[in-house]
């Protein structure tokens, strides 16, 4: 139990959670800068702050230009304030040559923005070491001027969007899935051994494929010279390519194709084991057979399909090679947005804040359904 | 206990050996690798060995990074490197290259204004273009951006590159702003608003690319009929893949990758040798024909072969209209852009 436990905590629970902290830890500038983050968490926010700040300041960028660090205290402001950077660079740029003068008003003198509230606002913000910063901005929101919280201008706002579109797309994607997934695993539950083997052998088939090739051949189906409009092409069924592909469309079509096998397995174990005599009891007493079905049969199948909903929902709401390659620019999941984050930006606080709502909203909905159906009633077969 | 003293020589004689061919190793010079450093070899590697000097290569991916690490971390191993625009503005504002002597280099005068950086010395220019594929428009063909818009006369959807960079001032270019305001414009909050009303026209037209390998794809598929593409992919897709691939140049969007000398280097003298030697036009007219890349030095566009430099970004018949992307302007707006530009394309 204990080296289980170890193991566990040494690669899933620890990495995991070391990322998630830095969706809502801020220590860089802190770090980096840290007379004037230290003077800026005495400051009250309202006026310009007094000129100790601005010494501490002038000091604090000498150091940073010296030690080579300016550049991360600079991007990470820069994320809440464009031109932040420069204003960094340019100040640490003047700071080089002797100064006359106090402190304040040398600094006001290579850039007026060191004048205004905001500047100094974003600073103070980005001191840490605990920050909602990034948490907020997963949430289009932010802080203003006097440190109240609102929402973010429409122009700038993608995230609430972007996870409503995340749970839609996940809930559909279910729902099809249980749709086709249901009788599929109804018919192979009724077959005599040896034929059920086969249709279980062809239904995992997909499992030994690669994601990745799975929804590149989609790609190939579904293009505008594709195998699919090809063939429509030469019947004569339309005249005109269909757009099949960079739309919601491909993505239902690729995702429900790569998870159906999530639902029909958790259904499958669950039918086996309902005996065929209880359907059979129902008729006898004088059922119809959509009336046994419902009101005998369909129940018993139940935590098998809130198993199979659960399972697919959880993985849909985390997809992302699939909606990339096949879907456009407005079907990406919020996993998208944590590559994007992670990998183009290198902004691991936005990519780490997204993380935790995914883990959030997947958790939530464990809850949900701990609650509505209980998790112990769960069958994986 | 015999056993362990003997290890631990062991380990300082290795110590020893490494730290000694450390300081006593040859240019290193460092590039994009694949087709562009074999051309390289050939261009500039190995003539220059031949005058004397010893020196090895080696390829990265590209990243600040890297580069801050390996002059933090104190154990940098690299000379000579070439670098995207954006690397030498952050590198050159962080210390991590030296300064160049540009007297050694020939004076300022002899290269591409934009190819001139207190810490790097331009080494290839290259475009994103306007591409569709002859083979299926022909006639009457797109001549400028303002005719990727036109999707009446050209029915069908258009590639742009996912993301705000380049996207924006393509737009601001089809609405009839002309290279040198473009970023002035920009600058501005209604200028960046014009650029998105502009993108509002076609965006039910839009495919979006991320990895520059696509837009031939999206050509050659007919997916699309219209791109916008490093001009070397398309002339690599005529090349290879015998297509038809055409490139209007009118207000193309060009950038410069740079050489630049790591800080601190033991070999600066034969670094310095390596720069003046790859910016002789005599040997920088020899690239453009291995790769549709343009070289820096102003002399070298006449030297070069009559076949090969209407296809490149220096011809001065492209250069006429073009617009050198900003990267200062980028560095600051990027973050701002980009979620705006996401919070745009997906509604």
Not at chain 1, 92 to 110: D, F, P, V, Y
Not at chain 1, 246 to 258: E, L, P, Q, S
Not at chain 2, 325 to 345: C, G, S
Request: aromatic share 10%; net charge positive; proline share 5%.
């Amino acid at each position: 139990m204990l080296p289980l436990f170890l193991f566990l905590l040494a690669s899933f629970i620890a990495p995991i959670a070391a990322m998630l902290a830095r969706g809502v830890t801020d220590a860089d500038v802190a770090r980096i800068l840290p007379q004037v983050t230290a003077e800026l968490r005495r400051w009250n926010g309202r006026d310009l702050p007094q000129e100790s700040a601005y010494g501490a300041l002038i000091a604090d960028i000498r150091a940073a230009r010296e030690a080579g660090t300016l550049a991360s205290a600079a991007t990470r402001l820069n994320y809440d304030v464009a031109g932040y950077r420069t204003l960094m660079f340019a100040t640490g740029r003047a700071l080089s040559g002797e100064l006359a003068g106090s402190a304040r008003e040398t600094l006001l003198a290579i850039d007026p923005k060191w004048g205004e509230r905001e500047s100094w606002n974003a600073l103070r913000r980005a001191a840490g070491p605990i920050t909602d910063f990034y948490l907020l901005a997963a949430l289009d929101l932010r802080h203003d001027a006097n440190d109240a919280i609102v929402g973010s201008p429409p122009e700038q706002s993608v995230f609430r969007d972007v996870l409503g579109r995340t749970l839609w797309i996940s809930g559909v994607v279910t729902l099809m899935c249980l749709l086709l997934g249901y009788p599929v695993a109804f018919f192979i539950a009724r077959q005599p051994p040896m034929r059920a083997s086969i249709l279980l052998f062809l239904v995992l088939l997909p499992f030994w494929t690669s994601l990745l090739v799975r929804t590149v051949a989609w790609v190939v189906l579904l293009q505008r010279e594709g195998i699919l409009n090809n063939l429509l092409l030469s019947l004569g069924l339309v005249t005109e390519p269909i757009r099949m592909i960079y739309n919601r469309f491909a993505v239902y079509v690729a995702m429900v194709h790569v998870l159906l096998p999530f639902m029909v397995l958790p259904l499958y174990a669950v039918m086996k084991g309902i005996s065929p005599t209880f359907v059979r009891a129902a008729w006898s007493l004088g059922a119809s057979p959509a009336t046994a079905f419902r009101r005998v049969y369909l129940p018993q199948t139940l935590p098998g399909v809130g198993a199979g909903c659960l399972m697919v929902f959880i993985q849909a709401l985390g997809y992302y090679i699939t909606p990339a390659l096949v879907g456009g620019a407005d079907d990406q999941m919020i996993s998208y947005f944590i590559a994007f984050y992670a990998s183009k930006t290198v902004n691991w606080g936005m990519a780490a804040a997204l993380s935790i709502m995914l883990l959030a909203a997947t958790l939530a909905l464990y809850a949900v359904y701990n609650r509505l159906v209980g998790i112990d009633k769960m069958r994986l077969g | 206990m015999n056993g362990m003293s003997f290890k631990v020589g062991g380990l300082v004689i290795a110590a020893l050996f490494v730290a000694a061919t450390a300081a006593a190793r040859d240019l290193t010079v460092v590039s994009w690798g694949g087709a562009y450093q074999d051309a390289q070899r050939e261009v500039y590697f190995k003539p220059f060995m031949a005058t004397g000097t010893k020196m090895a290569e080696e390829s990265w991916d590209g990243g600040v990074g890297t580069l801050r690490a390996k002059i933090q971390g104190g154990s940098n191993n690299w000379d000579v490197v070439q670098v995207e625009s954006e690397e030498l503005l952050l590198g050159c504002e962080e210390g991590l290259y030296e300064k160049l002597d540009w007297a050694k280099l020939g004076g300022k005068d002899k290269y591409l204004p934009d190819a001139v950086n207190d810490c790097g010395v331009g080494a290839i220019v290259y475009s994103f273009v306007l591409g569709y594929d002859g083979d299926k428009i022909k006639g009457d063909t797109p001549k400028n951006w303002a005719d990727f818009w036109n999707v009446q006369k050209w029915p069908g959807k258009r590639a742009l590159r996912k993301g705000p960079k380049t996207t924006l001032e393509i737009a601001l270019m089809a609405d009839g702003v002309a290279p040198q305001d473009v970023y002035k414009t920009l600058a501005t909050e209604a200028g960046v608003e014009r650029a998105f009303r502009k993108l509002d026209q076609i965006k039910g037209n839009m495919v979006w690319w991320e990895k520059g390998a696509q837009p031939p794809q999206l050509l050659a598929s007919g997916e699309v009929v219209m791109v916008d593409a490093y001009n070397g992919r398309i002339a690599a897709a005529n090349d290879k893949d015998k297509k038809n691939f055409k490139i209007v140049w009118t207000n193309n969007l060009y950038t410069i990758d740079s050489w630049v000398i790591m800080k601190g280097t033991p070999n600066k003298a034969d670094a310095e040798k390596y720069l003046v030697f790859v910016n002789d036009p005599q040997n920088q007219k020899n690239l453009p024909p291995k790769i549709p890349y343009g070289v820096t030095a102003k002399a070298s566009t006449a030297l070069i072969d009559k076949n090969v430099l209407p296809n490149l970004a220096t011809a001065p018949e492209n250069m006429k209209t073009a617009l050198y992307i900003n990267d200062k302007f980028w560095l600051e707006n990027l973050d701002k852009l980009n979620q705006r530009f996401n919070a745009w394309v997906a509604k």
